[in-house]
């Protein structure tokens, strides 16, 4: 039974990894302009996105994927991310610009539960 596990939560884990790859390539090199653009976040009024260090970028990505798929939520980051972007209405934002938010972040979350699961069943066996 748990090589079974293993096996499907390897093949989640690569999954997710090819997925996240795929849609951060895609939004680096094709719509992160248009992104940025439509949802506006906070701190690109200080400076233009490129200037920042790739921490404060993630971030800012992090605060559109949260505000674009938990938009009622107003607990810690999730609900921080929903206050500081009160203007972006989750249900008008084209699929183009959310896919690859959601392909980075949420492979990328799928993706530390599977490699929880993994090294769970690598330390009891």
Not at 13 to 41: D, Q, W
Not at 57 to 77: A, K, V
């Amino acid at each position: 039974m748990t090589e079974l596990i293993l096996t499907y939560a390897f093949a989640v884990l690569i999954a997710c990894f090819l997925i996240s790859s795929f849609s951060g390539l895609y939004l680096l090199f094709v719509s992160l302009k248009p992104t940025n653009e439509l949802l506006k976040h906070p701190y690109l009024s200080m400076q233009p996105f490129n200037r920042f260090s790739v921490s404060v970028r993630s971030s800012i990505l992090l605060d559109y994927f949260f505000r674009l798929f938990f938009p009622n939520t107003q607990f810690w980051l999730i609900g921080h991310a929903n206050r500081i972007l009160p203007h972006v209405i989750p249900s008008q934002v084209p699929v183009k610009i959310k896919w690859p938010l959601l392909g980075l972040w949420g492979c990328c979350f799928i993706g530390i539960l599977a490699m929880i699961v993994i090294w769970v069943i690598l330390l009891t066996r």
